[in-house]
Each structure stands twice: as structure tokens, then as C-alpha cells.
């Protein structure tokens, strides 16, 4: 429900309304039902909650795994939110100008599909749409949190909201508030960061032919370039593109005027899809691997960007979000069933446990992923060859790569 002021105390807020933070609070409070606790979720921003609004064909977009769409499914979202994506039936793998290729298909591995690709503007308007309506989540936007204090009881968190202040009080507060937190800067969280160097062209294109629900990840000497299917816009064969250069390249790319741009991409990508027609406003975002050297405190947890930004090969981003949040949720649920403080640090401390291993497994797949095909260093050019002729020819590296990409792990 939209509130214009909070309450004074709550059991959990929720610094952020974005994906992360609206999908955390809509996962906790689906999982608690009988026994939900009281939650606030303060958002920036106003939302969008016009679901009539038609797409633009810029619309930035994201890969929600098959593994993701399990999460949504638990809680009755899926529902809303399959109505909006593009399925993935297919995902072909190749290195530009060499040997190797592979391709995983929805069929070998039983599921009716890959992943999906959403378009953000899409998914935000499904779950905040669902905090509109919510009776147990109070929604407070545009709000910002201007100082976050440790209390013994939990966190205060001082709010301007329009032109009044409010100070609450919580028993637990998920920051999720992106990579760029000031509430982070404010505590002195610190960042583990590595560049990559890279930059990460992203649009939308339309090609001569339809793209048959497959995604193509290319690597290129560059970095990965990734064509996701759209659903259609206008009668055209829309894809998204992430098109991963180096820092030093991205400048003259984005320089480029369409006819430029739209060669150099039919040079990299080839025909798999015919000419390509059309592109979209293109954005340029610098490539880092960041992480939280601490992601919980008593009475505090980050979720999302603030505690780790990937590198976009594979997106894994969100979808390893979604799984903190699916363990999360698990951890406070016990919390809540043995009457334990929802803050309290030894519950958030057997959380961090129970993740630890996905965070770094996917971290690792991704970080390897990136630096291995980014490379024209000979030694990595003859591992990533055959590393795609293995995972052609050998059906279980294949289906351990696809459960991966599918983000299906076992806890």
C-alpha cells in the first residue's frame, strides 16, 4: 500500500524499491503470510505503476533465469510477470573467427525454456504495481534515507519524504539501494573492485530475421556480445544487445553514427539473424567486478548491486540477487518461527553461510568467463576452443554449464 508517512517503528525496511528490493519485500512477505512482519519499503523515486504504458524500443532489459522464474512461481508472480518476457529457447555459444561453438537447447535439458528476457521498465511495473496493492507492505516514495544510526535495538533511519522528516526506528534494514549507495559510503561499507577495462555498449536492434526465441552469446576480441531476444515491437524482429568493448574503443563506438555502428556489429555478429536493420539510443556503462568486503552488520543486509556487481557475460546479476533473497528469506522465516530478533547477528551471520558458496561459484564463472574470452593471449585462445568443443561433445559438461546458465543450484 502507497503510504505518505511512516509509521515509527517497523520490523524491516527496505532501502530501495528497485527490482531487488520490491522482489525481496513481495518473496518475505508471500513466504510469512500467517505471520508477516510489519514492512516498510522506501523508494527514491515515484514508481510506475501504468501498466498500459507501451514499451519503448529502447527499453533496457534483463535475463531473469529459469531458476529465477522457480522464485517468482513460488509466490504467485510469475503469472504477471510471463506475460511481459520473450522465452529462451536456444543460447548459441561461438568465438569469433576460430573453432569451437555450442549449443544448449531447451529440449535436452527438460525445461520449457532457457531463461527469459524481460524489459526492466516491464518487471518494474509488475512488482510495483504488487507493492501498490500490497496490505502488508506500507510503500513510501519518492523518499530518501539521509543517515542510517546503529541503536542497541536496531537501526534508525532519518527520512525526508516531500517536505517532512520522519525518523524510524527498525529491527532490520536490506539496503538495496544499487552499486552506487550512499548509505553504504555513510557506514563505511568497503568495496573489493576490479576493472575490467571494458565498457558495455548496450541497445536495441532490429534484424532482417526473426530470432526464433534463440540468444547468441559471441565472443569477439573485444569482449562478449550478447544478442537477446525481444518480444516483438511494431511488427519488428527486436533484439538487446550487450556489446562488451574496451574502455579504449568504447569512446569511437558510441561516436559512431548508426550506419557505423550497424557495420561494425554485422562484422562482429555475422548473419545468424540477416542484416541487421535498425538500432536503437545506445548506452555505454565501464565493466567492474565489486564487492562488499562485509555484506551484513547487526541489524543490517545488502542485497543486490551494493553487495555484488558482476560482470554482465551470462547475467547472472539479478539472478543471483533473487537467490540471497530466496536464503534469505529462509533464514528470517526460521528467525521468526523461534520467536529470534530478525536483526539479530547470529541469524544474518547463518544466511551469509548458506550463500557464500553460490556467490562465489557464480562470481567465479562469470570473473573466468570474461577474462578467459576477452583474451587473445594464445594459451586462452587454445583453452576457450577446447572448452567449447568439450562442452559440444561431452552432453555432461553441457548440461553442468547449462545448469549454471540456468542459475539451478544446489543448496
Same mark, same amino acid.
Given at each position: 500500500?502507497?503510504?505518505?508517512?511512516?509509521? &515509527?517503528?517497523?520490523?524491516? #525496511?527496505?532501502?530501495?524499491?528497485?527490482?531487488?528490493?520490491?522482489?525481496? +519485500?513481495?518473496?518475505?512477505?508471500?513466504?510469512?503470510?500467517?505471520?508477516?512482519? &510489519?514492512?516498510?519499503?522506501?523508494?527514491?523515486?515515484?514508481?510506475?505503476?501504468?501498466?498500459?504504458?507501451?514499451?519503448?524500443?529502447?527499453?533496457?532489459?534483463?535475463?531473469?533465469?529459469?531458476?529465477?522464474?522457480?522464485?517468482?512461481?513460488?509466490?504467485?508472480? =510469475?503469472?504477471?510477470?510471463?506475460?511481459?518476457?520473450?522465452?529462451?529457447?536456444?543460447?548459441?555459444?561461438?568465438?569469433?573467427?576460430?573453432?569451437?561453438?555450442?549449443?544448449?537447447?531447451?529440449?535436452?535439458?527438460?525445461?520449457? @525454456?532457457?531463461?527469459?528476457?524481460?524489459?526492466?521498465?516491464?518487471?518494474?511495473?509488475?512488482?510495483? !504495481?504488487?507493492?501498490?496493492?500490497?496490505?502488508?507492505? @506500507?510503500?513510501?516514495?519518492?523518499?530518501?534515507?539521509?543517515?542510517?544510526?546503529?541503536?542497541?535495538?536496531?537501526?534508525?533511519?532519518?527520512?525526508?519524504?516531500?517536505?517532512?522528516? %520522519? /525518523?524510524?526506528? +527498525?529491527? *532490520?534494514?536490506?539496503? +538495496?539501494?544499487?552499486?552506487?549507495?550512499?548509505?553504504?559510503?555513510?557506514?563505511?561499507?568497503?568495496?573489493?573492485?576490479?576493472?575490467?577495462?571494458?565498457?558495455?555498449?548496450?541497445?536495441?536492434?532490429?534484424?532482417?530475421?526473426?530470432?526464433? %526465441?534463440?540468444?547468441?552469446?559471441?565472443?569477439?576480441?573485444?569482449?562478449? *556480445?550478447?544478442?537477446?531476444?525481444?518480444?516483438?515491437?511494431?511488427? /519488428?524482429?527486436?533484439?538487446?544487445?550487450? =556489446?562488451?568493448?574496451?574502455?579504449?574503443?568504447?569512446?569511437?563506438?558510441?561516436?559512431?553514427?548508426?550506419? $557505423?555502428?550497424? +557495420?561494425?556489429?554485422?562484422?562482429? %555478429?555475422?548473419?545468424?539473424?540477416?542484416?541487421?536493420?535498425?538500432?536503437?539510443?545506445?548506452?555505454?556503462?565501464?565493466?567492474?567486478?565489486?564487492?562488499?568486503?562485509?555484506?551484513?552488520?547487526?541489524?543490517?543486509?545488502?542485497?543486490?548491486?551494493?553487495?555484488?556487481?558482476?560482470?554482465?557475460? @551470462?547475467?547472472?546479476?539479478?539472478?543471483?540477487?533473487?537467490?540471497?533473497?530466496?536464503?534469505?528469506?529462509?533464514?528470517?522465516?526460521?528467525? #521468526? !518461527?523461534?520467536?529470534?530478533?530478525?536483526?539479530?547477528?547470529? !541469524?544474518?551471520?547463518?544466511?551469509? /553461510?548458506?550463500?557464500?558458496?553460490?556467490?562465489?561459484? %557464480?562470481?567465479?564463472?562469470?570473473?573466468?568467463? !570474461?577474462?578467459?574470452?576477452?583474451?587473445?593471449?594464445?594459451?586462452?585462445?587454445?583453452?576457450?576452443?577446447?572448452?567449447?568443443?568439450?562442452?559440444?561433445?561431452?552432453?555432461? @559438461?553441457?548440461?553442468?554449464?547449462? $545448469?549454471?546458465?540456468?542459475? *539451478?543450484?544446489?543448496?
Amino acid at each position: 500500500m502507497i503510504i505518505s508517512s511512516p509509521e &515509527n517503528n517497523y520490523d524491516i #525496511v527496505v532501502v530501495g524499491g528497485g527490482m531487488v528490493g520490491a522482489s525481496f +519485500a513481495h518473496i518475505l512477505s508471500k513466504s510469512l503470510i500467517s505471520s508477516c512482519p &510489519n514492512i516498510l519499503v522506501a523508494e527514491a523515486t515515484v514508481p510506475k505503476t501504468d501498466i498500459s504504458n507501451q514499451s519503448s524500443f529502447d527499453a533496457r532489459s534483463t535475463v531473469l533465469s529459469f531458476g529465477s522464474r522457480q522464485i517468482y512461481e513460488s509466490i504467485g508472480l =510469475w503469472e504477471e510477470i510471463e506475460e511481459q518476457v520473450c522465452p529462451i529457447f536456444e543460447i548459441q555459444v561461438s568465438d569469433r573467427g576460430r573453432f569451437g561453438s555450442t549449443c544448449l537447447t531447451r529440449e535436452e535439458h527438460g525445461v520449457e @525454456a532457457l531463461g527469459y528476457v524481460v524489459e526492466n521498465t516491464d518487471l518494474g511495473i509488475v512488482l510495483n !504495481t504488487q507493492l501498490s496493492q500490497s496490505e502488508s507492505i @506500507a510503500h513510501l516514495a519518492p523518499a530518501i534515507i539521509e543517515k542510517i544510526s546503529p541503536k542497541e535495538e536496531g537501526m534508525t533511519l532519518e527520512i525526508v519524504a516531500g517536505e517532512n522528516r %520522519f /525518523e524510524v526506528l +527498525a529491527g *532490520l534494514v536490506v539496503l +538495496a539501494d544499487g552499486g552506487h549507495s550512499p548509505i553504504c559510503e555513510q557506514l563505511g561499507f568497503e568495496q573489493l573492485k576490479e576493472s575490467y577495462n571494458q565498457h558495455a555498449i548496450i541497445t536495441n536492434a532490429t534484424f532482417e530475421l526473426p530470432h526464433q %526465441f534463440c540468444a547468441f552469446e559471441r565472443f569477439t576480441d573485444t569482449g562478449p *556480445l550478447a544478442v537477446l531476444p525481444l518480444r516483438e515491437f511494431n511488427g /519488428e524482429n527486436r533484439c538487446s544487445l550487450v =556489446w562488451t568493448v574496451s574502455a579504449e574503443e568504447s569512446a569511437e563506438y558510441m561516436k559512431f553514427d548508426d550506419d $557505423e555502428f550497424i +557495420a561494425k556489429l554485422q562484422n562482429s %555478429f555475422g548473419n545468424r539473424l540477416g542484416k541487421v536493420i535498425q538500432v536503437g539510443e545506445k548506452f555505454c556503462y565501464p565493466l567492474s567486478l565489486s564487492l562488499a568486503k562485509e555484506q551484513i552488520r547487526p541489524s543490517l543486509v545488502l542485497l543486490g548491486n551494493v553487495a555484488h556487481t558482476l560482470h554482465p557475460v @551470462a547475467g547472472q546479476g539479478l539472478n543471483l540477487a533473487l537467490r540471497d533473497i530466496d536464503a534469505l528469506v529462509s533464514t528470517l522465516s526460521s528467525a #521468526v !518461527t523461534q520467536e529470534e530478533p530478525l536483526g539479530d547477528m547470529a !541469524t544474518l551471520q547463518s544466511y551469509i /553461510e548458506e550463500q557464500d558458496f553460490d556467490q562465489q561459484k %557464480f562470481i567465479r564463472f562469470t570473473d573466468s568467463l !570474461t577474462k578467459l574470452f576477452s583474451s587473445n593471449n594464445q594459451s586462452n585462445v587454445i583453452t576457450r576452443q577446447l572448452g567449447l568443443l568439450s562442452l559440444e561433445l561431452m552432453p555432461a @559438461a553441457r548440461k553442468t554449464f547449462a $545448469e549454471q546458465a540456468m542459475g *539451478l543450484v544446489a543448496r
